[in-house]
């Protein structure tokens, strides 16, 4: 009888590393990135900051009306029917009102405008009947309402950004707000990308019958191109054992990461495999994953190192479920928007023995009943990267779960969360 080696169709392959255990081996093995630089806040969306930031004043720094109405006194509310009140004069964001009320008036005031001497309550100017310079209300309103007190927003001496943060624009408006000019934030992480294989060739090439353009450099280009990434663009390398290993050890000059795709299987072919077991520090791992069971990641030198499937799909699940979280956890991001893993009903069966994790390519949509439902792309095929193309969300099979059957809630990562 034939002896037979392990595929990636096995599932029950002695050895595979659970996708739990390759992405903690992964996230406790690498080093931080230290260094800062500090930047215009125009430029910080989406950088990571490096210092805590503290409120040096009260943000409002005075109380405020928060519509357009009128500023009366508590005292004046009718308790019960409707009351007048004379109006004496007007409040604008930036020319506030020099008066001070009495029983039985009030004042015309803006959105954004100081608060007069006198006035605790606003009342809406949709909520008033007006005549002349008399206004007429009812008693439907309560003391304090619709005015924005001095420092409801952020409070002078509190933390309201920590290092860590994966700045938003939201936070960009916050540094605005207190008049912050510039932000220290961790310089961005340098990625080296590099393809493998004899068959490959370059765009604007001239195709022969057993090439093909390489399409994983630029998923990979695309998927690295973020305000805090700088990237290394290696092409595609002589593949052979020597020349790979020197073009790796060559970008461990200036990278934090190099990216190389394909070669990392056990294949005669496979180069990169041979290159890298000549550098003694990247270990070769055959994960409980499909698409994407064989990776190998360690170090050369300065760099952290991933080996990436060849197969594009598998390239572009393991970027990020794999590469991406080393990233983040590289520049030391604590505090980002959370990508729910969503429970969403499958519209169709799906075939999954347990003992290995499966990542589906889906499509994510809204019934006219406004249930959220996903069917998968089709053929799933690591080589089909149209799939990708059509999906708008992965379908996550864990690893100890069996076959989906038609209108099953299934784990759900939208996109939109990860791109």
């Given at each position: ?317 393991t970027f990020y479920h794999f590469v991406q979280p080393a990233i983040e956890a590289m520049l030391g991001i604590e505090d980002k928007a959370a990508a729910p893993k ?16 499966e990542i589906i390519r889906g499509i994510l949509q809204q019934q006219s009943d406004g249930e959220w439902t996903v069917q998968t792309t089709g053929k799933q095929g ?38």
């Amino acid at each position: 009888m034939i002896s037979t080696q392990a595929n990636c169709n096995d599932i029950f392959e002695p050895g595979l590393l659970p996708v739990e255990q390759a992405t903690h081996n992964i996230l406790s093995a690498l080093p931080a990135i230290e260094e800062f630089e500090i930047i215009n806040i125009e430029k910080a969306k989406a950088r990571t900051l490096a210092e805590n930031i503290t409120a040096s004043f009260n943000v409002p720094q005075f109380d405020n009306s928060a519509v357009d109405g009128y500023g009366l006194n508590a005292i004046d509310l009718p308790k019960e029917g409707v009351t007048n009140l004379k109006i004496i004069d007007s409040a604008y964001a930036g020319q506030p009102s020099t008066k001070s009320i009495a029983t039985g008036e009030c004042i015309r005031i803006m959105t954004g405008a100081i608060i007069p001497e006198g006035v605790d309550t606003v009342i809406m100017q949709e909520h008033i009947e007006l005549q002349d310079d008399i206004i007429q209300l009812d008693d439907r309103h309560q003391l304090g309402q619709n005015i924005r007190l001095a420092g409801e927003d952020l409070q002078q001496g509190s933390t309201i950004l920590q290092s860590g943060r994966f700045l938003t624009p939201a936070d960009i408006g916050l540094l605005a707000s207190l008049g912050i000019a510039t932000v220290k934030v961790k310089r961005k992480i340098k990625i080296a990308i590099a393809s493998t294989g004899n068959e490959l060739i370059s765009i604007g090439d001239t195709p022969k019958q057993d090439s093909l353009y390489d399409s994983n450099r630029y998923s990979l280009y695309a998927a690295l191109d973020r305000p805090d990434v700088e990237i290394i663009n290696l092409g595609i390398l002589e593949d052979t054992p020597e020349a790979l290993l020197k073009s790796f050890n060559d970008a461990s000059q200036t990278a934090d990461i190099i990216i190389s795709t394909g070669g990392v299987s056990v294949g005669d072919a496979d180069h990169t495999k041979t290159a890298l077991t000549q550098s003694g520090n990247v270990d070769f791992w055959k994960i409980a994953l499909k698409p994407g069971r064989p990776l190998a990641f360690g170090h050369i030198k300065n760099s952290v190192f991933f080996g990436l499937p060849g197969n594009p799909v598998a390239v572009m699940v393991t970027f990020y479920h794999f590469v991406q979280p080393a990233i983040e956890a590289m520049l030391g991001i604590e505090d980002k928007a959370a990508a729910p893993k969503l429970q969403i009903r499958s519209t169709e069966n799906i075939r999954k023995k347990a003992g290995r994790t499966e990542i589906i390519r889906g499509i994510l949509q809204q019934q006219s009943d406004g249930e959220w439902t996903v069917q998968t792309t089709g053929k799933q095929g690591s080589g089909i990267l149209r799939s990708m193309s059509l999906a708008n969300a992965f379908i996550i099979l864990e690893h100890d779960r069996e076959s989906v059957k038609k209108g099953e809630l299934v784990t759900v990562q939208t996109f939109s969360t990860l791109f």
